[in-house]
């Protein structure tokens, strides 16, 4: 059993910047995954970036691609994204998840446990 707990979402003015965490009970192995995913509304859950626990290997959407930055604490069992230059477009519910698997990090399906969501929100 994995509990995900994220922090650090808020209210922001475009070109600034947020760092996110998600902080894991339990056990994550050194063959598993962390993702960070998000959700604006109406629209389905977006890939953002993910990382390899076993050798720090970043993965990223091409929406975070040169402005987000994923990396985590293995012994916090902590995950985090820091997100500079944020854009309203970012705006969204930002969730953390956990997969036993390190391929196909970019599809929701490959997680098997996943936090309650932060929200960000970008104004212009």
């Known amino acids: 059993q994995v509990q995900l707990l994220e922090s650090g979402g808020g209210l922001v003015q475009a070109g600034g910047s947020l760092r996110l965490s998600c902080a894991a009970s339990?056990?994550?192995?050194?063959?598993?995954?962390m993702g960070w995913f998000r959700q604006a509304p109406g629209k389905e859950r977006e890939f953002v970036a993910a990382i390899r626990w076993s050798d720090d290997s970043p993965f990223y959407g091409d929406s975070a691609k040169g402005r987000f930055t994923i990396s985590r604490d293995v012994a916090k069992n902590t995950v985090y994204l820091r997100m500079n230059s944020l854009k309203p477009e970012d705006t969204a519910v930002y969730y953390c998840?956990?997969?036993?698997?390190?391929?196909?990090?970019?599809?929701?399906?490959?997680?098997?446990?996943w936090g309650q969501g932060t929200q960000v929100t970008v104004s212009s």
């Open positions: 998840a956990r997969s036993t698997s390190e391929s196909r990090l970019n599809q929701p399906s490959s997680y098997d446990y």
């Open positions: 339990g056990r994550i192995f050194s063959s598993d995954a």
